[in-house]
């Protein structure tokens, strides 16, 4: 059964870091691209990044850049979301998401909008 499952949410102050966790199963992620989104209380989906499987490039939206950083463990089949320096409006569930077509390139950020597997999102509060 393929699934994507995120960790690591919780409440943070203003400032501080979470690095958020998505382990997948029932597939090898290491051919797919991957891609964190979130979306706060009474918002729209909201793109945070994209990294390709071909050649580790990433995309990030630029309200996020030099504050979010995506990486991969391919050996341990997880993906993860470094935050630094959180801020109040980054309070949302974030979710990561993986694509299921091998080697398929992305040039955006929101990738997410083509990934076909998503997890059920983890919620991150930052308190001012």
């Known amino acids: 059964q393929v699934q994507l499952v995120e960790s690591g949410g919780g409440l943070e102050q203003a400032g501080g870091s979470l690095r958020l966790s998505c382990a997948a199963s029932?597939?090898?992620?290491?051919?797919?691209?991957i891609g964190w989104f979130r979306q706060a209380p009474g918002k729209e989906r909201e793109g945070v990044g994209c990294?390709?499987?071909?050649?580790?490039?990433?995309y990030y939206a630029d309200s996020l850049k030099g504050r979010f950083t995506i990486s991969r463990d391919n050996a341990k089949n997880m993906v993860y979301l470094q935050m630094d320096s959180l801020k109040p409006e980054d309070t949302a569930v974030y979710y990561c998401?993986?694509?299921?077509?091998?080697?398929?390139?992305?040039?955006?950020?929101?990738?997410?909008?083509?990934?076909?597997?998503w997890g059920q999102g983890t919620l991150v509060t930052v308190s001012s």
């Open positions: 990294e390709n499987a071909n050649d580790g490039s990433t």
């Open positions: 029932g597939f090898n992620l290491d051919v797919y691209a």
């Open positions: 998401a993986a694509d299921s077509k091998p080697l398929y390139y992305y040039n955006g950020y929101d990738c997410y909008r083509y990934l076909e597997r």
